[in-house]
Structures are given as structure tokens and as C-alpha cells.
Nanobody, 125 residues
């Protein structure tokens, strides 16, 4: 499974941005799909996961109400729509996939087998 993240950029606080994660090698309908982020000097942080069964979605409290994950199974692509961006959202954003997650582990980056290369989002104040 290969993941290719794109869509990052430099925006101002309050702006919106949509990240894409194009998946090849396997169909995303068989995978839980997630976004993580890592700010300079900090550990990788959970942002959101969309479970493959039941369309259950979990968001980090810091992005709830501002970020939305979605899937386009026909394009085998996952999106992260980010609204009302804040300077503290500045980070490298990674998409991740796994097919064997249990609910208690969805927020842990160590549990994901497949990762994209990261796309940089910079939010200026």
C-alpha cells in the first residue's frame, strides 16, 4: 500500500485548506484511514481517523468542529478539509492506513502500518 499526501501550503489564520491522500496498491474501503500531524520539536499527534466499517470517525479535541475527513472510494483518495486554521495547526500532516486497528488503539501512530510522506501546512498569524 502506498500513500501520497498533498495539498499543504502557507495560509493565514482563519483560512481553509484541503489535504488529499491518494492511495495505491489496495482499495481504501478495506482500511481505516487517518491523519496525524507533527509540529517542529513535538511528537506525532493524532488528528482524525475514519473507520472502514460503519463510517465511524474520531477527531482530536483540538480540531473537532473545524476539520472534516472524507473518502472518495472511486478515486481511492482520502481528504482532510481544514477550516478556521490557527497558527497552532502548523505541522507536517501525514495520512496513515491500517486494516487491523482496534478502537482503543486508533489514536496511536505506532498502530498504523502504512504512511504517506507528509505535507507541510503553515498557518501565519
Amino acid at each position: 500500500v502506498q500513500l501520497q499526501a498533498s495539498g499543504g501550503g502557507l495560509v493565514q489564520a482563519g483560512d481553509s485548506l484541503t489535504l488529499s491522500c491518494e492511495v495505491s496498491g489496495r482499495t481504501i474501503s478495506n482500511y481505516d484511514m487517518a491523519w496525524f500531524r507533527q509540529a517542529p520539536g513535538k511528537e506525532r499527534e493524532f488528528v482524525v481517523v475514519n473507520r472502514r466499517r460503519g463510517s465511524v470517525t474520531y477527531y482530536a479535541d483540538s480540531v473537532k468542529g473545524r476539520f472534516t475527513i472524507s473518502r472518495d472510494n472511486a478515486k481511492n483518495t482520502v481528504y482532510l478539509r481544514m477550516n478556521s486554521l490557527k497558527p497552532e495547526d502548523t505541522a507536517l500532516y501525514y495520512c496513515a492506513a491500517d486494516s487491523t486497528l482496534i478502537t482503543s488503539s486508533v489514536r496511536s501512530p505506532d498502530q498504523y502500518d502504512y504512511w504517506g510522506q507528509g505535507t507541510l501546512v503553515t498557518v501565519s498569524s
